[in-house]
């Protein structure tokens, strides 16, 4: 009776690391608008990677989640999902629907052909500060991003962490 009681709290014990250890690593979201469409669908399940930019940096492409000032129904700060364009010390310039990061217009196959609105920010030559981030949603013409004075640069130290798989639908599991 007493090997099974040890044999039960060992167990018990070993879930409960096991679960802080993977609740440290990821984080599971469910996205909740069309800005990141065709890429991400409103309500695909997926996994976060929380520590990756403990030690690292974004890079172009990464598709993040991170916190901004908007604020959900009960108050809370709104974490919103986008794709990074441009890091810091980047030249970014919105003309005509077509985005040149540092001279070069970028290619964004993702986007299956849509221009893009640089809403504020058209026209503009910005340059990206230190420790700050430009992102976009895949929507362009449906994503409040970077290029709005309401979201502006993205602090880095803001980020919750890269989206790196999707669980759900079924027929679209896979990473991302």
Avoid: C
């Avoid at 679960?19 to 979201?29: E, G, H, Q, R």
Wanted: aromatic residues 8%; without cysteine.
């Amino acid at each position: 009776m007493k090997n099974e009681i040890i044999e039960w709290i060992k167990t018990i014990v070993l879930s409960v690391v096991i679960a802080l250890v993977i609740t440290t690593f990821v984080k599971p979201t469910i996205v909740r608008q069309h800005s990141m469409s065709p890429t991400l669908e409103e309500y695909d399940f997926l996994i976060i990677n929380r520590l990756l930019y403990k030690r690292g940096t974004p890079s172009y492409g990464d598709i993040i989640v991170f916190k901004s000032d908007l604020k959900t129904n009960i108050g809370n700060n709104k974490l919103l999902i986008k794709r990074v364009i441009a890091l810091p010390n980047d030249e970014l310039f919105i003309e005509e629907g077509k985005i040149y990061r540092n001279g070069q217009l970028l290619d964004e196959a993702y986007l299956n052909g849509i221009d893009t609105d640089g809403k504020d920010v058209e026209g503009e030559r910005l340059i990206i500060p230190e420790g700050k981030l430009f992102v976009m949603g895949d929507n362009r013409g449906n994503s409040m991003d970077s290029r709005d004075r309401t979201i502006g640069f993205i602090d880095q130290e803001d980020i919750v962490g890269k989206a790196f798989v999707r669980l759900f639908p079924f027929n679209k599991i896979g990473s991302l």
